[in-house]
């Protein structure tokens, strides 16, 4: 099978590149598993934050939630709906964040207790609140880049684990157990995998380091408001937010890990319980499901995007940490056009910001 360009990994990174790529490329996405978005991608909390995270991933925050509302527009129901993140702590905190981020705005503790009536109002100080943020359907959201992805040519393969690259004149010949694979540009787009698949093209590694997190699904005593916020203390370390009648509840551990099956460790859910139980008073009752899942990404904390300099036609579509979600469409729009030529001029900083030659990589 011959293409223009080989995408490794059907999560979202490859999957939203291969949405931008096919129109204009012949492409070929394979991904390991006998299903797509089996790792990390159908593991997340589902969140679209635009005040989470640095500069450089808020930008592509704003401009994914953008996209991804205009995506929802076409769709049968809507894939997006507002979920406000409230974040608490102490005065200092709550004032240095809002100095600190254009989307989030304080509130009084009487506003607070009016957005969130299940707090416990002697555990925090103060509060800030960021309306812009959203909930997203990410099935449909993965099925809306794969559809249209396929729509437009492109040749999805699952259970294809790249195994063999050769490379002569230009292109790669890779397999993947049942087919071969002729291409000029290959993808790095492996998630928690991102170093090991490059250094089968000859890479070297970027410092991908693959960190755990968890999620569960509570039930609770108290009835939860459907509408009510994401709340998360202003040192990230868990969330809570209303989830189909449920509550969804992250401890926000983050334990280096090896790329693999990631299984939930009982003992980081069962002492966030007890902390919800003492910042709340919704009572949680029972878990319903838990799941864990891998954040990768380099030491300073930003995706690896664009080609490597050293080893001609392999990119680098990787290290989105906590925020391949909320930046999957704009990411893929920027690689799409690195890959192309087509790059918007204005992302020239962006591009450099996030580039596999800057410095401090590993
Ligand atoms: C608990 C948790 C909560 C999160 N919440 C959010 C959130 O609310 N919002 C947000 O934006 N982000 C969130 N994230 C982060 C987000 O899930 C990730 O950034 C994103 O899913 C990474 O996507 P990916 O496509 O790079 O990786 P993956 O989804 O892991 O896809 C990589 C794929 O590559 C495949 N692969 C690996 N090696 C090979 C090979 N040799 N050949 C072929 N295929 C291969 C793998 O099988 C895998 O399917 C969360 C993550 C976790 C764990």
Redesign the pocket.
């Known amino acids: 099978m011959d293409c223009d360009v080989l995408i490794?990994?059907?999560?979202?990174?490859?999957?939203s590149l291969a949405w931008r790529l096919a129109p204009q490329r012949a492409v070929v996405l394979?991904?390991?598993?006998p299903m797509?978005?089996?790792?990390?991608?159908?593991?997340?909390?589902?969140?679209?934050?635009p005040s989470y995270g640095p500069a450089p991933i808020r930008g592509l925050t704003h401009r994914t939630i953008a996209m991804v509302k205009r995506i929802s527009e076409r769709l049968p129901a809507p894939i997006l709906m507002p979920r406000p993140l409230l974040t608490l702590g102490t005065a200092e905190e709550v004032a240095r964040l809002v100095a600190d981020n254009e989307s989030l705005t304080a509130l009084t503790h009487a506003e607070t207790m009016g957005r969130s009536p299940d707090l416990r109002g002697e555990m925090f100080e103060a509060s800030a609140l960021d309306v812009t943020a959203m909930e997203v359907d990410v099935p449909a959201l993965l099925e809306f880049y794969r559809s249209q992805a396929v729509a437009a040519g492109a040749v999805v393969l699952t259970g294809?684990?790249?195994?063999g690259v050769e490379s002569s004149g230009g292109r790669y010949r890779v397999s993947?157990g049942s087919h071969t694979i002729t291409a000029g540009t290959v993808v790095d787009?492996?998630?928690?995998?991102?170093d090991?698949?490059a250094a089968?093209f000859g890479a070297r590694p970027r410092g991908l380091e693959p960190h755990?997190?968890?999620?569960a699904i509570v039930s609770t005593d108290k009835p939860v408001d459907p509408a009510g916020p994401m709340v998360e203390p202003a040192d990230e370390s868990f969330y809570y937010r209303p989830d189909g009648g449920h509550l969804l509840i992250?401890p926000c551990e983050s334990v280096p890990a090896e790329?693999g099956d990631?299984q939930v460790v009982d003992e980081d859910i069962t002492g966030l319980i007890q902390r919800i139980g003492e910042v709340t008073t919704v009572g949680i009752s029972g878990v319903v499901r838990a799941?864990?899942?891998?954040?990768?990404q380099p030491a300073d904390g930003l995706p690896v995007v664009g080609f490597d300099a050293e080893v001609p036609g392999f990119f680098w579509?990787?290290g989105?940490?906590?925020?391949?979600?909320?930046?999957?469409a704009a990411l893929a729009t920027l690689a799409a056009g690195l890959i192309t030529g087509g790059a918007a001029d204005d992302d020239g900083w962006l591009v450099e910001a996030l580039s596999p030659q800057r410095a401090g990589l590993a």
């Open positions: 490794v990994g059907g999560g979202v990174a490859g999957l394979v991904e390991a598993e797509l978005a089996y790792h990390s991608s159908s593991r997340s909390a589902r969140q679209m934050q294809s684990p790249v195994s993947t787009a492996a998630g928690a995998w991102a090991p698949v089968q755990r997190r968890s999620v992250s790329p990631a799941w864990t899942g891998l954040r990768t579509l990787a989105q940490g906590g925020y391949g979600i909320q930046t999957s």
